[in-house]
């Protein structure tokens, strides 16, 4: 397993093209670790480019 930083779309569409092959992995084996590590860099990538934070309640 080599899990390589996600720093444009090219890796993010990479990252989901691997995560499609290990998302229903059995928990405890190598794949598993992968789908986490690879849903990880997914949502940090995606959350510093859309400007997204933790969910809160709305502000009026």
Known sequence: ???????ND???????????KVFQAEEGTAQA???????TLIEDYENER????PAGPKRP
């Open 1 to 7: 397993m080599t899990i390589e930083p996600i720093r």
């Open 10 to 20: 090219e890796d993010l569409q990479r990252a989901f093209r691997r995560l499609e």
């Open 33 to 39: 670790g992968e789908r986490d590590v690879l849903v």
């Open 50 to 53: 859309n400007g997204f934070g």
